[in-house]
């Protein structure tokens, strides 16, 4: 039980309630707009512009960048599930196969070598 007090909580309520609260804002908006299905990816980009100016002017909290390493390692399990969906959706796909893997490709790839980019430059 000692791993439970070495647990930084308020940096994980507070590192949730960022991440919730801007998704969650975020979709409420875009349904205003009509569009909900935006709400992930604009909470995404919000909050990450946001981290952006706030590391112009400031440093990031170290715990923040803590807790966040933990969860981006732990979540790691949570695209289990969706690769099983996507396996069984390319079965069902057929002749389309070719253009979703291009697809499935390219949108990986470019954000990959983005996110290598902004690491080589900014770490």
Known sequence: MDWVKSIDWPAWMGTLFLIIGFRECAVWIMTQFNHPELGNL????SLLVLLLL???FRKVP???????????KESAFAF????????LMLVHMGSEIPL?????????????????KMAKRWL
């Open 100 to 116: 979703f893997v291009v697809v499935l490709v390219v949108s990986t790839l470019i954000p990959l070598w983005v996110y290598a």
């Open 54 to 56: 706030w590391r112009k």
């Open 80 to 87: 289990l599930p969706i690769s099983a969906g996507s396996l």
């Open 62 to 72: 170290a715990r923040l960048v803590d807790t966040n390493n933990k969860i981006m």
């Open 42 to 45: 604009i909470g995404l980009i």
